[in-house]
């Protein structure tokens, strides 16, 4: 039977942290041990940890804040489980999680795995809008969970699971402030290690609770996709353009529309499919209506992010830090 052991990194969010705590503790298949890592917090978490040691293997540290890569190596030096598992501290995690995950890895064992996220029923109709908007096919290409080669699948940091090894060979995650996830799955990838997709191990994925939070966060993500490039050239998908071309368009017809309305037909009509393809999955009309703006702010902040990180970056050619020195790195 397989050991595992949770890290979970945590700054200002005892409230999210007791939901996920509370997920854990009613799992199906107990084997794990839980390590929470308070990231220099102002509202700390210490009294909802200590309450669930009744019922967890649970260990609590406190440290300053470094930021969400660092606080997980900080966790992965003090575990001892045959797998490290990372959940973001705004996840609630399904029953059967680590029963699915120990039979899938003991059938068929892989140096690293990740599991897809969802909205949970009772989420608000603005977080079903924002997951929509980050897994569906129109504004990701459907890249987030729902590749068919399980094989090259990248992991992320909100649901993502590997190996003591891969831990001590790629030295943890690096210290990049956004997108540290996605450089750690490359890391993984590019040491030879074996990588996979569990789609059965999905989790519950809040994200943010308002679009104006929704917004600040796809931006990060936009300028973090090109700091990535810059650590890992052949990381740069076509895919990953459409969001800035998105904008582009999206600004000319725009502009273009106070002169003819006719130019605003195009937005007209993505919106519709927007709504459309929401209602189809959500089978819910405020959702749906919801989903058109978190689509278009999904798209239109990573767009402007990945603008800005291209010409500081590429254009300008600072380097990481003093880029983003006031984003990052305060």
Do not use: W
Request: one cysteine or more; glycine letters at 6%.
């Amino acid at each position: 039977m397989i050991k595992f052991s949770v890290i979970i990194p945590v700054f200002n969010r005892p409230d999210e942290l007791k939901e996920l705590l509370e997920s854990l503790k009613n799992q199906t298949f107990k084997n794990f041990e839980v390590i929470v890592v308070e990231d220099g917090s102002t509202l700390k978490s210490d009294e909802i940890v200590e309450y669930y040691k009744k019922t967890l293997d649970i260990k609590y540290f406190f440290k300053t804040n470094s930021g969400p890569g660092q606080s997980r190596n900080y966790g992965s030096e003090r575990a001892v489980g045959d797998y490290q598992v990372f959940f973001d501290s705004d996840c609630i995690i399904p029953q059967k999680y680590f029963e699915i995950v120990n039979q899938r890895l003991s059938q068929e064992p892989v140096d690293a795995y990740g599991g897809p996220d969802m909205a949970h029923p009772d989420f608000s109709a603005i977080q079903k809008s924002i997951n929509y908007s980050m897994t569906s096919f129109f504004t990701t290409g459907g890249i987030r969970g729902g590749m068919k080669n399980e094989k090259k699948f990248h992991p992320r940091s909100f649901n993502m699971g590997f190996t003591k090894e891969v831990f001590e060979k790629t030295k943890g995650f690096s210290k990049m402030r956004f997108g540290e996830d996605v450089d750690m799955s490359l890391r993984i990838i590019e040491l030879g290690f074996s990588t996979t997709l569990i789609k059965e191990a999905a989790v519950y994925h809040k994200r943010r609770v308002d679009f104006r939070k929704f917004f600040k966060q796809v931006y990060n993500s936009g300028i973090a996709r090109i700091n990535l490039y810059k650590r890992h050239p052949q990381s740069l998908k076509l895919v990953h353009f459409l969001p800035a071309l998105f904008l582009v368009g999206e600004s000319f017809l725009i502009l273009f529309g106070f002169f003819n309305i006719y130019f605003l037909i195009p937005l007209g009509f993505f919106a519709m499919i927007i709504f459309l393809d929401s209602l189809r999955l959500t089978k819910n009309l405020k959702v749906a209506c919801l989903s058109v703006i978190s689509s278009f702010i999904q798209l239109t902040a990573y767009g402007l992010g990945f603008i800005k990180s291209f010409y500081k970056r590429i254009i300008l050619k600072q380097d990481e830090f003093h880029a983003y020195a006031k984003n990052f790195y305060k």
